[in-house]
């Protein structure tokens, strides 16, 4: 993903130090480009860089007495690589997992668009998303089609050699949005479309 891309260079700001320590976007659209252009500054042909892209989201727990509709979720602050605000304080969830979570009934906010990051998201109320296994307020932060054809699109407009999903095994139907979202960087962004 686009952390791994700025690893190379000074410590990436992650989202979540941007401002107060709350959940953000894996991968927000500016992060992707900032990481990218670090590479292009260096002098490496854009036609030797693959992007990758997640094909999942995260789950971050929100700190007791966040309401279950609201905007920001504030998170602990769990330290890694010298930050101590990071998405550490989350986990890894699939595309599929958080699609049937969104679907369930069981999500406290419909899907919410961020466009300051690029990315989806939306908030439930689970066990386990408080303190201990006591029920809490989690939000849920994903790339799908969407986000990620902007993504696609940036990576072709800026020459880029090719573009890499993580993972591919989450989403099994080839016609998928996921998959047609890819157009945007196979074919261009004028000739493929996306649902929103």
Wanted: aromatic residues 10%; proline residues 7%.
């Amino acid at each position: 993903m686009h952390r791994q891309v700025e690893k190379r260079r000074a410590p990436p700001i992650p989202p979540q130090v941007l401002d107060a320590c709350i959940a953000a976007a894996n991968a927000p659209f500016s992060g992707t480009v900032r990481g990218v252009s670090r590479y292009l500054d260096l002098g490496i042909p854009p036609s030797q860089l693959v992007l990758g892209v997640p094909w999942y989201g995260y789950r971050y727990p929100c700190l007791r007495g966040t309401a279950p509709t609201a905007r920001f979720c504030p998170i602990a602050q769990v330290a890694f690589r010298g930050v101590n605000c990071s998405d550490a304080a989350g986990s890894e969830v699939g595309y599929k997992e958080i699609l049937r979570r969104l679907g369930s009934g069981g999500a406290a906010t419909a899907r919410r668009w961020d466009a300051n990051q690029g990315a989806h998201y939306f908030n439930a109320v689970e066990d386990g998303g408080g303190e201990g296994t006591e029920p809490g307020v989690v939000q849920y932060w994903y790339d799908d089609a969407r986000s990620l054809a902007a993504k696609y699109a940036y990576a072709r407009a800026a020459g880029l050699r090719g573009v890499g999903p993580y993972t591919f095994t989450d989403v099994a139907r080839k016609e998928d949005p996921m998959y047609t979202a890819l157009d945007h960087f196979l074919i261009g962004e004028g000739e493929a479309s996306v649902a929103a």
